[in-house]
Nanobody, 122 residues
Framework: QVQLVESGGGLVQAGGSLSLSCAAS??????YGWFRQAPGKERDFVAAISWRGGNTYYADSVKGRFTISRDNAKSTVYLQMGSLKSEDTAVYYC?????????????????WGQGTQVTVSS
């Protein structure tokens, strides 16, 4: 049984930093992804990282501010968020793709975490 357990959300002031983590278990994963969903909006791609080679991918809106990384020994993926803006406020979800499909598509991911709230105050 695949489980994804997220942690690290919270309230932060604009310009600040916050780190999220997601511990995965129960399968061999091809890629981790982070998505976010603001109220009334769709769930959008944020960042992804391949399990083996560590290749990283970012949405244009977070490039240069967010960093995704993984610890294979702990089966954990991290999202370090910096220079946060009010528009980064959302519920953040980690997800795993078992097969290596297009990293930016929600439909590519097989399992999802429960989500963690990130609120950036201006």
């Amino acid at each position: 049984q695949v489980q994804l357990v997220e942690s690290g959300g919270g309230l932060v002031q604009a310009g600040g930093s916050l780190s999220l983590s997601c511990a995965a278990s129960g399968a061999t994963f091809n890629r981790y992804g982070w998505f976010r969903q603001a109220p009334g909006k769709e769930r959008d791609f944020v960042a992804a990282i391949s399990w083996r080679g560590g290749n990283t991918y970012y949405a244009d809106s977070v490039k240069g501010r967010f960093t995704i990384s993984r610890d294979n020994a702990k089966s954990t993926v991290y999202l370090q968020m910096g220079s946060l803006k009010s528009e980064d406020t959302a519920v953040y979800y980690c997800a795993v793709d078992l097969f290596g499909r297009p990293y930016y598509r929600r439909q590519s991911y097989d399992y999802w975490g429960q989500g963690t709230q990130v609120t950036v105050s201006s």
